[in-house]
Nanobody
């Protein structure tokens, strides 16, 4: 089973940027799709972005044009670059892994392994 550790969360002002990292261990990282999810207080968890083994990327509509997901297989790490952050982006961000050889990824797929989360707060 894959182990995931997120980092990079912080307090940032509206319009600012952050880069989250998701470091994996224990598996053949090249065979896993990785997703980023978030959960704000009092709200359900939502999918933010995912990246397949072939680098195909999926984004939820609210972050398109602002967030970019990427992966470095040599470092077993997936990044989420978040620009032009808004207060509504405030949440705990989780990364998750799903073993999948599909060319595309879906935020509605069953991700089996999850990290512990990192807090992102966007506030002035």
């Amino acid at each position: 089973q894959v182990q995931l550790v997120e980092s990079g969360g912080a307090l940032v002002q509206p319009g600012g940027s952050l880069r989250l990292s998701c470091a994996a261990s224990g598996v053949n990282f090249n065979t896993y799709a990785i997703g980023w999810f978030r959960q704000a207080p009092g709200k359900e968890r939502e999918g933010v972005s995912c990246i397949s083994i072939s680098d195909a990327r999926t984004y939820t509509d609210s972050v398109k044009g602002r967030f970019t997901i990427s992966r470095d297989n040599a470092k077993k790490t997936v990044y989420l670059q978040m620009n032009n952050l808004k207060p509504e982006d405030t949440a705990v961000y989780y990364c998750a892994a799903r073993r999948s050889l599909l060319r595309l990824c879906s935020l509605f797929a069953d991700f089996a392994s999850w990290g512990q989360g990192t807090q992102v707060t966007v506030s002035s």
